[in-house]
């Protein structure tokens, strides 16, 4: 089984309010990841939780806040965001934040949050 | 320089034929590969995973990696019109701790 879940899976807000995107995992794996896409682009990195850390910041801006409260769940609080800020939001999971040997552990993705800022 | 480039298509491919899509990556260290399947307004879909020079069969699908020319490929054998989707390459950073995707290569299928 390599399912991830997300919700919602559309959100309209608002520039001024604060919501959250949720993902969570149930196949053991111990890194996740919060991606952006916008239309017609591949995925852009935004973070990496590792082992319940953040090992990664793809120098995000701060109306974007990750949480990582267990090794099952991944949680983007979002607040005072832009138009810009629309995209489909993708969580993925992989066994691990780092290499078996040489190779990178293979990463799966949740269906994603199609998020409109108005 | 794109570290992963592909070309964005549209690749028009009548049922049942091979499609062949290619990607080259720019850093010479990347060790591990990856093509995802992208239905429109749908999440990546891993389809295949390629770590060592040579080919790879799962299925209709075949990826190839050669590391001396920096270049992995997908063949799509006997494709159907629901192989239509953008396909994304990807390949580790130097570093070893993330994805660096392509932009993506648009397939269409045509019964």
């Known amino acids: 089984d390599t399912e991830v879940t997300q919700t919602p899976k559309h959100l309209v807000m608002g520039m001024t309010n604060k919501k959250s995107l949720k993902c969570e995992q149930h196949m053991g794996h111990r890194a996740m990841y919060w991606y952006k896409q916008k239309a017609k682009k591949p995925p852009e990195l935004m973070f990496v939780y590792s082992y319940e850390k953040l090992s990664i910041n793809e120098s995000v801006p701060s109306r974007f806040s990750p949480e990582c409260p267990n090794s099952s769940l991944l949680n983007l609080h979002l607040h005072a965001l832009q138009p810009e800020d629309s995209a489909l939001y993708l969580c993925?999971?992989?066994?691990?934040?780092?290499?078996?040997?040489?190779?990178?552990?293979?990463?799966?993705f949740g269906p994603g949050t199609r998020l409109t800022v108005t | 320089q794109k570290e992963v480039e592909q070309n964005s298509g549209p690749l028009s491919v009548p049922e049942g034929a091979i499609a062949s899509l290619n990607c080259t990556y720019s850093?010479?260290?990347?060790?591990?590969f990856f093509w995802y399947r992208q239905y429109s307004g749908k999440s990546p879909e891993l389809i295949m995973s390629?770590?060592?020079?040579g080919d790879k069969e799962d299925g209709r699908f075949t990826a190839q990696l050669n590391k001396a020319s920096q270049y992995v490929s997908l063949l799509i054998r006997d494709s159907q019109p629901s192989d239509s989707a953008t396909y994304l390459c990807a390949v580790t950073n130097n570093a070893g701790n993330m994805l660096t995707f392509g932009g993506g290569t648009r397939l269409m299928v045509k019964p």
């Open positions: 850093d010479r260290v990347s060790q591990s």
């Open positions: 993925a999971s992989s066994q691990d934040g780092g290499l078996a040997g040489d190779y990178f552990y293979e990463q799966y």
């Open positions: 390629i770590y060592s020079n």
